[in-house]
């Protein structure tokens, strides 16, 4: 069972960040992270929670699928605090360190999309790549941007529901402050509506089905996506579908363990631990 451009890039500066402190806590290890949707740039981004995860979580090879930098925020007025800048620096010491960096830019920073094909700084830019997990199973890595009609033939109407989707963060946040008066946990309007409305959840669903025949059309057995910050892992026809979920709402990135198991992990910024939400071994034991 299933459990639950780059003339605006701000520059980044090298540092001391909170990563140089002392820190106690165990690190998890897999065989590779999947991380997108971070957003850097707006004031939604959990920069910090971001930093508490990237310590306690490492692997070899690291993918960011896109919107990792928000350029369309940016562009209506720069917000660069120093956590921001802390997290491109963490990930830029992790790459001096050895770690194998792939960056796969979505539309929020598809200025990035120019580059693909070449390396900075030993981070590797790409349009979409296959990774190939332990039990030789191929999977497909792309942000996803390209199979959302919205923002693929109209971007107009993709901006004025990222300006929504901003006026629902905003009221969200001031309403889970009321929520921690009465001692209340977190609650999402956003992932309330995706659960609930019905032309959201329709939405979801043709997004999945869509990646998923893609991952079939490139002879690829997964797909790993991010875009739509609804973190999922589930079984398409002979696909499987995983979605990263992000770093504004959720706070879930993908792993893969040296066995070669997948799974989602939440990580709780009050409490500064992961909790594993879904896995591919109990995903196929439900199919």
């Given at each position: ?188 309007l956003s992932a309330y509506l995706k659960h609930r409305v019905k032309r959201a959840v329709n939405y979801i669903g043709e997004f999945e089905t869509a990646l998923s025949q893609e991952a079939r059309r490139h002879g690829a057995q997964g797909v790993i996506c991010g875009h739509i910050h609804h973190a999922a892992m589930r ?44 896995r591919v071994e109990e995903l196929e034991a439900a199919a």
């Open positions: 069972m299933i459990q639950n451009h780059l003339n605006s890039q701000p520059t980044v500066l090298d540092t001391p960040t909170a990563d140089d402190a002392p820190n106690d806590a165990v690190t998890r290890r897999f065989r590779a992270l999947f991380i997108s949707d971070i957003h850097l740039g707006t004031k939604a981004c959990q920069a910090e929670a971001f930093l508490d995860f990237i310590r306690c979580h490492d692997a070899p090879k690291i993918y960011l699928i896109g919107d990792i930098v928000d350029f369309w925020r940016i562009r209506r007025g720069i917000y660069w605090p120093q956590p921001h800048n802390d997290v491109l620096q963490k990930l830029l010491r992790k790459v001096r360190k050895g770690t194998d960096l792939v960056y796969i830019p979505g539309n929020h920073d598809e200025a990035m999309r120019d580059y693909c094909g070449s390396q900075f700084g030993g981070v590797a830019i790409e349009r979409q790549t296959i990774h190939v997990g332990a039990d030789g199973r191929r999977y497909l890595i792309m942000h996803g941007d390209e199979f959302d009609v919205v923002v693929r033939y109209a971007k107009w109407l993709a901006f004025l529901g990222d300006w929504s989707y901003t006026m629902a963060l905003w009221f969200n946040t001031h309403l889970n402050v009321v929520r921690r008066w009465f001692g209340m946990p977190y609650w999402s079984q398409v026809g002979d696909v499987i579908y995983i979605n990263t979920g992000d770093w504004v709402e959720s706070c879930t990135a993908v792993a893969e363990t040296e066995e070669g198991i997948f799974e989602i992990i939440r990580w709780n910024p009050h409490t500064g631990m992961s909790t594993p939400v879904d």
